[in-house]
């Protein structure tokens, strides 16, 4: 491995439910120089990674099998931790407490994501 690829970009915290997706997600992460520290597809495994793991940002998937994500999302608020919403809705199906949050709309391509989380790490505005 080049130095390049060795060094990590950040450590993110996914929360996705449908398997094929976060494992296709992992490997874009990977690709793109981040390190998936925890994976979790539901609300209370999500928290326990939250305490658990030094995190600089999440990735939040809206619907967790029938449930908003909002309980992690405060978490993750309260902890000054980055994160954005992916959801194949848009931002208008968040409650209008999270739309200032960033959102990726799913399907997204690997570049859509770097620059999504590039800026979430920088402090950048969002979209």
Not at 11 to 30: P, S, W
């Amino acid at each position: 491995m080049n130095e390049e690829k060795d060094a990590v970009r950040g450590r993110i915290l996914l929360v996705e439910d449908e398997m094929v997706v976060a494992m296709l997600l992992e490997d874009m992460l990977d690709e793109i120089g981040f390190e998936v520290v925890a994976t979790a597809s539901r609300e209370m495994e999500a928290v326990a990674a939250i305490e658990a793991h030094p995190i600089d940002a999440a990735i939040l998937d809206v619907n967790l099998d029938g449930k908003r994500s909002y309980g992690i999302a405060d978490a993750l608020i309260a902890r000054g931790i980055p994160f954005l919403f992916s959801t194949g809705y848009g931002e208008m199906a968040l409650e209008p407490k999270y739309r200032q949050q960033k959102v990726l709309t799913k399907p997204f391509r690997m570049e859509e994501l770097a620059c999504a989380l590039g800026s979430l790490l920088s402090g950048e505005p969002g979209e």
